[in-house]
C-alpha cells in the first residue's frame, strides 16, 4: 500500500529538480498566505459577493488583468531562466528536458494567458465606458469566459508541478506531440489548459462584436466610435472566426492522442503537415487579434497627449478592419520550408507583404497626429512613442521574412525570435502598458506615480534593444531557436558567445523593469492623490466623462453623441456656456450578480484534469456538473434590478463631488 | 423608457422579432437528423465509396448548413441593419479560404508524397 501511494505521487507530481521543490514550497506557502489573509481579514464574504459572482464588467476587466500581470511574471521567469541557461556555451543550469518545457511553457503563457486577458481586460473596462453603455451585451456570458479563462489557465500552469510541463513547443506540432512521442500527460496539459480557456475566448469576442453592434448610446454612430473600439470590434471579429479553427485543430490532436485517431499521423493516412496548416490557420490572425487593440489604444494616446484630433479617422479604420480580413490570407508564411511548391509559396510572400501597407498607413497616421500637436510626455505616451521605432523596425524584418526564398535562411533562427518578440513586446506589451498607465485612473481613481514609472519604461525598453538586437546578428550566424546550449567541446561553437551575453543582460535589464513596474504600483496605491475630477488627461472621449472610478452603472444619463471626440467637443460648449441638456433621471436597469460562471468553470476544470489523467471518475462527474449547471442556469428567471433615481442622484453627488 | 431599453438585457419583448415557431423547429430538427443519418449510413454501409461517398458527404454538409441557418438561426427573418448576414458572407469567405487553401498547399507538399 505504502509502496503504491510512493510510486503514484513520485509520477503525479514532478520530482528531482530542485528548482521544481523551491516552487512547490513558494506555491504552497503564498496559497496558506492567501487562505489566512481571507480568513483573518473576514475577506471571504467580500470576494465572494463583490468579485466571484460578479457580472460587472469594470470587475471582471480589472480581474483579467491581474491575472495577466501574474502570467506577466510566470512568463518572464521562464524567459529569465532561457537567457541565463543561454549566456555562455556548457552552462549546466536547465537540462535539456527542462529548457524544452521552459520555452514551451513561456510560449503559451505569454500568447494566450498573458496577452489576451490583458486585451481582454482593457476591452471590459473600456468598451463599454467608450460607447456609453451600462454594461456589456451578456454579462452572464462576460463573467462565464473570465472564469473558463480563469480555471484554463491555473490547469494549464499547474503542470509544472503537477504531472509534468508541455515540452513541445507553444504550438506542439505532432509528431513530436503526438501520443507516441510524447507519451506523458504535458501535452495533455496544453490540450485542455488551452479549449478551456478558448471557449471563453470565443464567447468574449462574440459578446464584444453584439455589445459594439447592438448597445451604442444615441447618436454614437459606427464612424464615430473611439479608435479604441474600432480595435476591439475588428479583433473579436477576427476572434469569431480564427479561434474554431483551434478549437477543431486541437480537437483533433486530442482525439488522435486519446482515441488512437489518425488524422496527424502518417502510418495512419493522416498528415502531421496538415496540422501545421491547420494551426496558423487560428496562429497566424491571432497575432493580429492581439496586436489591433494595441494600434487602438495608441490612437487613442496620441491623440490625447497631442490634444489634437486622429489624424486620419477613416483611413485608420479601414486599415484595422483590412488587416482583421488580411489576417486569414497570410498563414503559409509560417512554414515557407514545409514543400508546398513555388506557387503556394509566392502567393502567400505577396499577400504578408500587401498586408504591410495597411499597417504602414496606421504609422504615418500617428505621426501626423503628433505633427504640430501640443505634445505632452506623461508615461502612457513614452510608451505609445517608443512603439513607432520598435514596431517599424520589427515591421520591416517582418517584410524580410516574408521573401520565401531567403526565409529559407530565416526560418527557424533567431532572426525569427527577434523579429517576432519585437513586434509582440514592442507592438502589444508596449501597447498594453501604455493602456493599463492611461486608463489605471478610470479603473481606480488615481494616477500611477510618473517618476518610478519612467524609471520602469528606460529599463525596459533599453532591456528590449539590448536583448533582441543580437539575436537578429545571431539569427544569421546560424544559431536557431529552441538550442539548449552550444557546447565548446562538440566544436561547434561558432562564435556565438558575446551577442548570447549582451542578450541576456538585456533580458535582466527587463527583468529590473519589471520590478520598478510592481514598486510603482505598490508605491502609488500606498501614497497617491485622488483624481477627483475623472479627467486627468484631458481626455476626448467618453469614458473620461464619467467619475473615477466609474459607478456600477457607468452613465447616469445616456450621452447624445454628435461627432468624434465628442467629450472634447461638450468640453468646449461647456466653457462657451452652451453644455448638451441631460435627460431626467430614471431607473436603471442591471443585471444579477450570478455564481454559476464560478462554478461550471470549475466543473470544466475538474473535467480537463480528468481528461489529462485519463481520469474518468473525475471527467464524467465533471461534465456532468457542467452540464447541470447549464440546465439550471436556462430555467432561471433571472430578471436584474432597477437603480433607484434616490439612489443615482446620491452616488452621481458622493462621486461628483458638488457638481 | 428610452434608457432602460436601450440596457435591457435579456430583452426579448421590445424588438418585436419573430424566433420561429413549434413547426419549423420540429422541420429543423427532422431535416438536420436525416441528414445527418445519410451520410453515416451510406459510408457504413458501404453504399458508395471514393469521390461519390465524398460527394455525398459533401452535399448534405452543405444542406445541412442551410437548414441550420434558415432553421435555427433565422436567417431570413432578419431585420436591417442585416449585421448576421454580414457576418455569415464573412465567414464563408473564410471556410472557403480554410477550405480551398488548405487543399491548395497540401496538394503540393512535397513531403507527404
Known sequence: MWENIKTFASEFFVTGDPLIYGADVSIALTLVAIVFALTYFKKWQWLWKEWITTVDHKKIGIMYILCSILMLFRGGVDALLMRTQLAMPDMQFLNAEHYNAIFTTHGVIMILFMAMPFMFGLFNIMVPLQIGARDVAFPFLNSLSFWLFFWGAMLFNMSFVIGGSPDAGWLAYPPLSGIDHSPGVGQNFYIWGIQISGIGSLMTGINFVVTILKMRTPGMKLMRMPMFTWSALSSCLTIMLAFPILTVTLAMLFIDRFAGGHFFTLDGGGNPMMYINLIWMWGHPEVYIVVLPAFGVFSEIFATFSKKKLFGYTSMVLAMMSIAIFSFFTWAHHFFTMGSGANVNAFFAVTTMLIAIPTGVKIFNWLFTMYKGKITFETPMLWAISFIPCFVIGGMTGVMLSVAPADFQFHNSYFLIAHFHQVLIGGVVFGFFAGLYYWWPKMFGFRLNERIGKWAFWFWNIGFYVCFMPQYGLGLMGMTRRVNEYDWSQGWDMGWMPLNIVSTVGAFLMGIGFIFQVWQIAYSIKNHKRDVNGDPWNGRTLEWSLPSPAPVYNFATLPKIQEVDSWWEEKERIKAGKPTPQAPLEPIHMPDNSAIPFIQSLFWFIAGFGFVFNWMFFAIPGLIGVAVTMIVRSFQKDEGYYIPVDEIKKTEASTRGAG | ?113
Open chain 2, 1 to 113: 423608457m428610452a434608457n432602460v431599453n436601450a440596457n435591457h438585457h435579456d430583452s426579448h419583448d421590445h424588438h418585436g422579432e419573430s424566433h420561429g415557431s413549434v413547426k419549423s423547429y420540429v422541420i429543423g430538427f427532422i431535416l438536420s437528423i436525416v441528414l445527418t443519418i445519410i451520410p453515416l449510413v451510406v459510408v457504413l454501409q458501404g453504399w458508395m465509396t471514393g469521390n461519390a461517398a465524398i460527394a455525398v458527404i459533401m452535399i448534405t454538409a452543405v444542406l445541412q448548413f442551410l437548414i441550420q441557418m434558415l432553421f435555427f438561426m433565422h436567417l431570413k427573418e432578419e431585420k436591417k441593419p442585416r449585421y448576421n448576414l454580414l457576418a455569415l458572407l464573412l465567414a464563408l469567405v473564410i471556410v472557403v479560404t480554410v477550405v480551398a487553401g488548405s487543399i491548395w498547399i497540401m496538394m503540393y507538399n512535397t513531403v507527404a508524397h
